[in-house]
């Protein structure tokens, strides 16, 4: 189950978003600075993320981003598609393997499987808000 850098730094970004008041609008570049993601690379995916319509974004002078709806309605899962797309939320094998089920089972599935599931399990329920709130605790 692996995801890309990009969805690393889209979830980073909305968690940003999240912490921030949601009335303000934050700069790219002040998110891309604090987590010392490139710029231009940030920007790239937060126009993704706009056009998946989990974020707001305003051009200008003035202008910046804000998370489109409540933390508490975005789910992991949601960014993750947005950035590597709908078959990222199918569970495939955490190794790579092309072929890896209970009837099919790579040589880690017995060990890893049920790690896996619930890796899976945990990005398509957990929402923003949750992922939020458990960092702040730590």
């Given at each position: 189950?692996?995801?890309?850098?990009?969805?690393?730094?889209?979830?980073?970004?909305?968690?940003?978003?999240?912490?921030?008041?949601?009335?303000?609008?934050?700069?790219?570049?002040?998110?891309?600075?604090?987590?010392?993601?490139?710029?231009?690379?940030?920007?790239?995916?937060?126009?993704?993320?706009?056009?998946?319509?989990?974020?707001?974004?305003?051009?200008?002078?003035?202008?910046?981003?804000?998370?489109?709806?409540?933390?508490?309605?975005?789910?992991?899962?949601?960014?993750?598609?947005?950035?590597?797309?709908?078959?990222?939320?199918c569970?495939?094998?955490g190794?790579?393997?092309?072929?890896?089920?209970?009837?099919?089972?790579?040589?880690?599935?017995?060990?890893?499987?049920h790690?896996?599931?619930?890796?899976?399990?945990?990005?398509?329920?957990?929402?923003?808000?949750?992922?939020?709130?458990?960092?702040?605790?730590?």
């Amino acid at each position: 189950m692996y995801y890309s850098k990009s969805a690393k730094y889209a979830i980073q970004a909305m968690i940003y978003l999240a912490e921030s008041n949601q009335e303000d609008l934050i700069m790219v570049s002040e998110i891309a600075e604090a987590y010392k993601i490139p710029k231009s690379f940030l920007s790239k995916i937060t126009r993704t993320l706009g056009k998946h319509n989990l974020l707001k974004t305003t051009r200008g002078r003035n202008g910046g981003i804000q998370l489109s709806k409540s933390a508490d309605d975005i789910k992991l899962i949601h960014i993750v598609e947005a950035i590597d797309g709908p078959e990222a939320g199918c569970e495939r094998c955490g190794f790579g393997f092309d072929a890896c089920s209970d009837d099919e089972p790579c040589p880690f599935h017995h060990k890893w499987g049920h790690i896996i599931k619930d890796a899976h399990s945990f990005i398509k329920t957990e929402s923003l808000a949750e992922l939020l709130a458990e960092s702040l605790q730590e």
